[in-house]
């Protein structure tokens, strides 16, 4: 059995969501993780299974768009809002 690796671009897809849902795609012996190719951040799939098609990965993104959503309401945030977010920073005494 030999195992193919692929890589998935990761825009709009949640790592937890893609690491979650591998195995129903793919095989019970999917595995993904975190990968930058040619510096693009997204996920390297290895898996004796055929590889995601177009179909899967827009499931995949239309399920982590549902989680992202979900752990905002759950932290009490409003949904995807561009807002300042307060860092404390050293001033810098030169």
């Known amino acids: 059995m030999s195992l193919n690796n692929y890589f998935v671009p990761g825009y709009g897809?949640?790592?937890t969501v893609i690491q979650g849902e591998i195995r129903y795609f793919?095989?019970?012996d999917a595995i993904v993780r975190?990968?930058?190719h040619q510096g693009r951040d997204g996920f390297l799939v290895?898996?004796?299974g055929a590889p995601l098609t177009k179909e899967?990965?827009?499931d995949l993104k239309i399920?982590?768009?549902q989680y992202e959503q979900r752990q905002a309401e759950r932290n009490g945030d409003e949904w995807y809002v561009n807002r300042p977010?307060?860092?404390?920073q050293k001033s810098?005494?030169?």
Do not use: D, L
């Open 13 to 15: 897809i949640s790592r």
């Open 26 to 28: 793919c095989g019970p």
């Open 34 to 36: 975190p990968y930058v």
């Open 46 to 48: 290895t898996t004796a």
């Open 56 to 58: 899967q990965i827009e």
């Open 63 to 65: 399920a982590s768009h």
């Open 85 to 88: 977010v307060p860092v404390a």
């Open 92 to 94: 810098r005494n030169n």
